[in-house]
């Protein structure tokens, strides 16, 4: 084998074991946060908690949507007293001038 392709291969070997390594920790990387869902959903989170991630997923509108439909399940457990939907809301639109 010629030292031209001796070191194209190598090479492509090299970016394709790169290229696997990145999937590889990508997909570790979705599954942990799969989990992190999974436990957030079984534990339940606290109103605060539920505000304090809703303000720091601003522009994630998944998540967003995801903390809403928890503010929601809150406030059907809770008909008494403040609703955390409307504190959600409040947050989303813009301070009067």
Known sequence: M???VSSVTSLFSGDLAAVSAEIHNLR???LT???E???DEAEGLT???IVT???AARGDYGIQHWLRTLAA???AGQPF???LVDELDGLSTPAAA
């Open 2 to 4: 010629s030292p031209f």
């Open 28 to 30: 570790a990387a979705l």
């Open 33 to 35: 946060s799969d989990v």
């Open 37 to 39: 869902v999974t436990w």
């Open 47 to 49: 109103p605060g908690e």
């Open 53 to 55: 991630r809703y303000v």
């Open 73 to 75: 399940e809150h406030d």
């Open 81 to 83: 007293g403040p609703r």
